[in-house]
């Protein structure tokens, strides 16, 4: 290695163990790193102390509800693909107290909730999951009202995106032009190389701040020969999706078939538990509750994630407007697919596959769209 300094747009190589210089760098300037870890059988993102918190050599497997670790032949520090969590978590918050009340001697006092969440350093975000930001941005920070836990959460966010060297079961970014090689968004982009016995990270650097940090980890040039093995592997990648949808058309071929028979086919199976919705990196739907403690002297308000996939959802004086499992499904999906692109300007799908690997009954959005598209009047017999 030398003392030559990059650049933001340049590309460089690191060797895998300075993923930890990189880790601790981020800490030192107060960051709190967090990543992909291993947790009661899943890969989920927690706070990184080093990159011994990192799964080295693991992968899983996923399919239509179906999850599961393995061991793989080598020490890949990212070789599987998402998990059921989703930086939603971080930036929206399944949980926030919005505010506080206190019974004084002159009746109820507000006390307002300070926002001071961590300045937090995500490694690992795939190109899906830049996506999926991407939209939460612009529901939480671009429409007339600007959300303050999100913006909060957001702000200083140092992003590390990772370049997929792999494609899980139920990945369909490829179809949804949100993957799997990180385009934008990111301050720096790896992509793991493990390969005739070295281990070592092809860098992008998205931004000047990357390049800063960049500056404290020992690193070279990138060969014309790493990067080209570095584009190899995301080719490799973006050809083995388990799962493609054909999106043309998605949104006037949903608007048209409002009374398709695979709505109810698809009602007899889904048991309206929500879990799609919950592990969505783009689903935002809110409830709010408030509670008092019994001497009636402390309340609360707290804002949870909700789901349309419940009754209350979508509750008015007399009853639920949505009161079938047909009709939750239909307007879910509808929504990611086809209502989204006219409310944000995009589709609500980034094509991650959670939805498809923890649905209890593995039913298949991309599945979905297909059996629609298949049978719709007019709609091309795809395979
Ligand atoms: S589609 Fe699957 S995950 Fe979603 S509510 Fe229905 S059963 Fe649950
Ligand atoms: S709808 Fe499913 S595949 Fe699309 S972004 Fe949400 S969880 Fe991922």
């Given at each position: 290695?030398?003392?030559?300094?990059?650049?933001?747009?340049?590309?460089?190589?690191?060797?895998?163990?300075?993923?930890?210089?990189?880790?601790?760098?981020?800490?030192?300037?107060?960051?709190?790193?967090?990543?992909?870890?291993?947790?009661?059988?899943?890969?989920?993102?927690?706070?990184?102390?080093?990159?011994?918190?990192?799964?080295?050599?693991?992968?899983?497997?996923?399919?239509?509800?179906?999850?599961?670790?393995?061991?793989?032949?080598d020490n890949a520090l990212f070789g599987y693909v998402v998990g059921p969590h989703s930086w939603k978590k971080?930036?929206?918050?399944?949980?926030?107290?919005?505010?506080?009340?206190?019974?004084?001697?002159?009746?109820?006092?507000?006390?307002?909730?300070?926002?001071?969440?961590?300045?937090?350093?995500?490694?690992?975000?795939?190109?899906?999951?830049?996506?999926?930001?991407?939209?939460?941005?612009?529901?939480?920070?671009?429409?007339?009202?600007?959300?303050?836990?999100?913006?909060?959460?957001?702000?200083?966010?140092?992003?590390?995106?990772?370049?997929?060297?792999?494609?899980?079961?139920?990945?369909?970014?490829?179809?949804?032009?949100?993957?799997?090689?990180?385009?934008?968004?990111?301050?720096?982009?790896?992509?793991?190389?493990?390969?005739?016995?070295?281990?070592?990270?092809?860098?992008?650097?998205?931004?000047?701040?990357?390049?800063?940090?960049?500056?404290?980890?020992?690193?070279?040039?990138?060969?014309?020969?790493?990067?080209?093995?570095?584009?190899?592997?995301?080719?490799?990648?973006?050809?083995?999706?388990?799962?493609?949808?054909?999106?043309?058309?998605?949104?006037?071929?949903?608007?048209?078939?409002?009374?398709?028979?695979?709505?109810?086919?698809?009602?007899?199976?889904?048991?309206?538990?929500?879990?799609?919705?919950?592990?969505?990196?783009?689903?935002?739907?809110?409830?709010?509750?408030?509670?008092?403690?019994?001497?009636?002297?402390?309340?609360?308000?707290?804002?949870?994630?909700?789901?349309?996939?419940?009754?209350?959802?979508?509750?008015?004086?007399?009853?639920?407007?949505?009161?079938?499992?047909?009709?939750?499904?239909?307007?879910?999906?509808?929504?990611?697919?086809?209502?989204?692109?006219?409310?944000?300007?995009?589709?609500?799908?980034?094509?991650?596959?959670?939805?498809?690997?923890?649905?209890?009954?593995?039913?298949?959005?991309?599945?979905?769209?297909?059996?629609?598209?298949?049978?719709?009047?007019?709609?091309?017999?795809?395979?």
């Amino acid at each position: 290695m030398t003392a030559y300094r990059a650049q933001s747009g340049e590309t460089v190589l690191i060797e895998a163990q300075q993923l930890d210089t990189l880790i601790q760098t981020l800490t030192r300037r107060g960051y709190e790193v967090v990543g992909p870890t291993i947790c009661e059988g899943a890969i989920v993102y927690d706070r990184l102390g080093s990159a011994k918190d990192l799964p080295a050599g693991w992968t899983d497997e996923q399919d239509g509800g179906t999850y599961r670790l393995k061991r793989r032949a080598d020490n890949a520090l990212f070789g599987y693909v998402v998990g059921p969590h989703s930086w939603k978590k971080y930036l929206h918050p399944p949980a926030v107290r919005l505010w506080r009340a206190e019974r004084g001697a002159n009746g109820f006092s507000i006390v307002a909730e300070k926002q001071e969440p961590p300045k937090y350093a995500f490694l690992g975000v795939r190109a899906c999951e830049l996506h999926g930001i991407r939209i939460q941005d612009k529901v939480f920070l671009e429409g007339a009202h600007t959300d303050p836990t999100y913006s909060s959460h957001r702000a200083n966010v140092f992003l590390v995106a990772l370049n997929c060297g792999q494609a899980g079961g139920t990945c369909f970014c490829a179809s949804m032009n949100t993957g799997p090689k990180a385009e934008s968004g990111y301050d720096l982009a790896l992509t793991e190389i493990v390969e005739q016995g070295r281990h070592r990270f092809v860098v992008e650097i998205g931004t000047e701040r990357g390049a800063e940090i960049l500056a404290e980890i020992p690193h070279e040039p990138a060969g014309e020969s790493d990067r080209e093995t570095a584009k190899r592997i995301v080719a490799e990648t973006a050809g083995h999706m388990g799962r493609t949808m054909d999106t043309a058309g998605i949104k006037e071929l949903l608007y048209s078939n409002y009374d398709h028979p695979r709505w109810e086919q698809v009602a007899q199976r889904c048991l309206t538990c929500a879990n799609c919705t919950m592990v969505c990196p783009t689903c935002f739907c809110s409830t709010v509750e408030d509670v008092t403690d019994l001497t009636g002297e402390h309340a609360e308000r707290w804002r949870k994630w909700d789901s349309c996939f419940t009754m209350d959802f979508s509750y008015i004086h007399g009853g639920s407007v949505r009161a079938t499992a047909k009709s939750r499904y239909r307007q879910w999906m509808t929504h990611k697919l086809g209502t989204w692109i006219d409310q944000f300007g995009s589709s609500g799908c980034v094509g991650c596959g959670r939805c498809i690997t923890w649905c209890p009954v593995g039913i298949d959005i991309t599945e979905e769209v297909r059996a629609i598209r298949k049978s719709a009047p007019g709609g091309s017999p795809e395979s």
